[in-house]
């Protein structure tokens, strides 16, 4: 089965998303996508991956992520947050974490954790008959 990512970066963390994708590219083909609005995009634009892109974080993208996970669509989050800006939705992104620890789904909020939980997916798909 292939594993369902979803894809999350405050702005001053974007670039940090796309270094991280480019890193995992070829895992990253192989898995379903889903991003929130700015994050998919660049993405999608900038690597060539296929991203089921939802609205962007502001405008309930978290929240859309979210529902997927409680929904169970959602095997892991990568949500590269930026600690040092407030951001105006922080009830969602607090929302969207809260679920992942309800639900018991792997939530990488720095770049050091989504290596960890992206080594960690890839080597388990690979020893999937």
């Known amino acids: 089965m292939k594993p369902r990512i979803a894809l999350i970066a405050h702005d001053k963390k974007k670039d940090d998303m796309i270094t991280l994708a480019a890193e995992y590219i070829d895992f990253l083909r192989g898995c379903y996508l889903t991003a929130t609005g700015t994050t998919g995009g660049r993405l999608a634009n900038e690597l060539g991956l296929t991203i089921d892109r939802k609205h962007s974080g502001p405008f309930g993208g978290d929240l859309q992520i979210g529902s997927m996970l409680v929904d ?3 095997d892991a989050v990568i949500f590269l947050r930026d600690p040092m800006t407030p951001q105006p ?4 992104i607090n929302a969207l974490v809260r679920a992942c620890d ?3 789904v792997a939530c990488a909020t720095n770049v050091s ?3 960890l939980v992206l080594c960690q997916l890839k080597l388990a798909t690979r020893k999937q008959p």
């Not at 939705?89 to 969602?92: A, C, I, N, T, V």
């Open 113 to 115: 954790t989504a290596h």
């Open 72 to 74: 169970g669509q959602i």
């Open 102 to 104: 309800v639900h018991n």
């Open 89 to 92: 939705h922080e009830p969602d």
